[in-house]
Each structure stands twice: as structure tokens, then as C-alpha cells.
């Protein structure tokens, strides 16, 4: 049984940064493709970046491009995301997951039912 387990969530100041890490146990790790989502409290779990089993491929929700970096380390099971110029708007519980079909496809997935497993999440407050 895959498991993930997020840390690095906090209290930032506008402007801040944060780093997220996710920890990946019980599976193949380098052969996924692993996401990050938010859920703001009364919102939808969304979309906020993604990277190919290799690393070498990476996507991001708009809002977050050029101020939030994945990244991932294969042969210590972990996935980061950097968080930069951190904003009240996102605020948000974070998640990582994982596709276990990430080096069977070759890409990464945006859409939440395409990840096969989850971690429980990291809050994030960001303060005005």
C-alpha cells in the first residue's frame, strides 16, 4: 500500500515563501507521476502542479507559475514544492498524490480521479 505524507505547511506573511515535501512509502515511487492539489475551506480540491515520473516534465495551474516549483528527488522518495511570493489566496489545505501509471504514459495527470493515491494534506495559511 502506497503512502504519502505531506509536511512543510505553516503561518507566512504575504510575500513569504514555504517548502512543501511529500514522502512517498510502500510503492515504486520513481515510476509516478505525482501532483499537487488545494482545498481552499468551501472550494473544490484543485490542480496546482504536476512533474513526469522523471522530473524532467513539469506543468502548473496559472495562478501559481513562476512563483511555486516542484520538483522531486527518486532515490529519496520525495516530491517538494517551492513556494514563492506566497499570497493570502493561497490559503489552502495542500495534497500530494500519485499516478502509478505516470511511466507507463509518460505524463501527468491534472484531473484529481486520474491519481490513484493521496496523502492527507498540509495546511497553509497565508496572512495579509
Known amino acids: 500500500q502506497v503512502q504519502l505524507v505531506e509536511s512543510g505547511g505553516g503561518l507566512v506573511q504575504a510575500g513569504g515563501s514555504l517548502r512543501l515535501s511529500c514522502a512517498a512509502s510502500?510503492?515504486?515511487?520513481?515510476?509516478?507521476?505525482m501532483g499537487w492539489f488545494r482545498q481552499a475551506p468551501g472550494k473544490e480540491r484543485e490542480f496546482v502542479a504536476a512533474?513526469?515520473?522523471?522530473?524532467?516534465?513539469?506543468y502548473y495551474e496559472e495562478s501559481v507559475k513562476g512563483r511555486f516549483t516542484i520538483s522531486r528527488d527518486n532515490a529519496k522518495n520525495t516530491v517538494h514544492l517551492q513556494m514563492n511570493s506566497l499570497q493570502p489566496e493561497d490559503t489552502a489545505v495542500y495534497y500530494c498524490?500519485?499516478?502509478?501509471?505516470?511511466?507507463?504514459?509518460?505524463?501527468?495527470?491534472?484531473?484529481?480521479?486520474?491519481?490513484?493515491?493521496w496523502g492527507q494534506g498540509t495546511q497553509v495559511t497565508v496572512s495579509s
Open positions: 498524490a500519485a499516478d502509478e501509471d505516470g511511466r507507463s504514459t509518460g505524463t501527468y495527470p491534472i484531473a484529481r480521479d486520474e491519481y490513484d493515491y
Open positions: 512533474t513526469s515520473w522523471s522530473g524532467l516534465s513539469t
Open positions: 510502500g510503492g515504486t515511487f520513481s515510476t509516478y507521476a
